[in-house]
């Protein structure tokens, strides 16, 4: 399997800042990245697919960047909202997700 | 707009099955776009994808399960569901069913549509 690592494990920030989780995976996943947001006793909400493209209806303060094995995921200005986990998940073989990043507010 | 709910016991006995069924609306489990596929994730814990059904009869699980996993599409209801055999505390989770869409441009699969999820605890 393909292991996802993602990093920080835990943020704390504020409201308006600029964040930046990053994901890595063990091999090359070309661009079959994607990145979801989870909230308590919530379903998974996808966000970005293909590394880069957003998913319709979500905020374009959410932007993902990378290819090959390091991906980024950044919000660009914090909204109170946006307190979550984050998740990064590969589609290039037996799909796999991150251990998760949780996002926390300061 | 996709809606997906889940179904099925809460409680399951060590070395039983677990079975779920997944109720779709607004689209048909035979759509030609999208594999259905089932997610758990244990308490506190983070997610695994178990596998997918698409057009009834091809279906591809995450080896990690050894075997112990079938998902099967019945169309007359629109639903898919999920049998687990020989059940251990270890599947204990909160499962998801959820639709896979893929961008055909570049062969990219993702989760769009999720169910809310249902906690499912085996203990005897």
């Known amino acids: 399997d393909i292991k996802m690592t993602q990093s920080p494990s835990s943020l704390s920030a504020s409201v308006g800042d600029r964040v930046t989780i990053t994901c890595r995976a063990s091999q090359t996943i070309n661009s079959y990245l994607n990145w979801y947001q989870q909230k308590p006793g919530k379903a998974p909400k996808l966000l970005i697919y293909a590394a880069s493209s957003l998913q319709s209806g979500v905020p374009s303060r959410f932007s993902g960047s990378g290819s090959g094995t390091d991906f980024t995921l950044t919000i660009s200005s914090l909204q109170p909202e946006d307190f979550a986990t984050y998740y990064c998940q590969q589609s290039y073989s037996t799909k796999t997700f991150g251990q998760g990043t949780k996002l926390e507010i300061k | 707009q996709v809606q997906l709910q889940e179904s099925g016991p809460g409680l399951v006995k060590p070395s039983e099955t677990l079975s779920l069924t997944c109720t779709v609306s607004?689209?048909?489990?035979?759509?030609?776009?999208?594999?259905w596929s089932w997610i758990r994730q244990p308490p506190g814990k983070g997610l695994e994808w178990l596998g997918y059904v698409f057009q009834i009869r091809s279906t591809n699980y995450n080896p990690s399960l050894k075997g112990r996993v079938s998902i099967s599409i019945d169309t007359s209801k629109n639903q898919f569901s999920l049998n687990l055999r020989s059940v251990t505390a270890a599947d204990t989770a909160v499962y998801y069913c959820a639709r896979e869409a893929e961008w055909r441009l570049l062969g990219a699969f993702y989760f769009d549509s999720w169910s809310q999820g249902t906690l499912v605890t085996v203990s005897s």
């Open positions: 607004g689209d048909s489990v035979t759509s030609d776009s999208y594999y």
